[in-house]
């Protein structure tokens, strides 16, 4: 079956306590991206990336890490986090950067106190 | 200034009735994409529908169409015979395509909640 997955699906965590969110999909998609969703916000694009080893800004990277040393995997990394950094958080991946349509994996809700 | 513009912050509709959901944007590009997003009570995110610029037909897909007026810059999503399960938020998101290099970073509408009743 054709999905994107991410973990965990919940974290309650401290701040500054190094965390890692994984996200993998296996459509051998080139263009993976990271959103965080916000109440009355809507989403909006931490980082992405367009294929192995390239990687580059969202609107709101300040704060998160990524890396994507292959092609299905694109964790999301913050090395620090705060409380400011909790959310509901979306990893996507399309074929290419300029397919219509997007995958997305269920979410991760997380919660920095 | 937002790119797009969701305006009703909720709908309610009554079971089999038709339903639309206004979406406007701002882009100075000639070459974008328009998408419609839901997302019900279990949080994912399920893509409904996509509109390119240039395209010249309203995109239709299944219940789901696109009514797309360009010159006013608007996309709004119809329902037909809107169902129970129909009940989610809906996101407008566009792509702007910038030319070779452009990032395409997607912009996300705040969201409908759309209530439908029996």
New interface residues.
Partial sequence: EAQVTQNPRYLITVTGKKLTVTCSQNMNHEYMSWYRQDP??????IY?SMNVEVT?K??VPEGYKVSRKEKRNFPLILESPSPNQTS?Y?C?SSLW??S?????G??T?LTVT | AQKITQTQPGMFVQEKEAVTLDCTYDTSDQSYGLFWYKQPSSGEMIFLIYQGSYDEQNATEGRYSLNFQKARKSANLVISASQLGDSAMYFCAMREGRGSGGSYIPTFGRGTSLIVHP
């Fill in positions: 009355g916000l809507g989403l909006r694009q992405y580059d969202g609107d509901l979306f996507a950067r300029n219509y349509e997007q995958y997305f269920p979410g809700r």
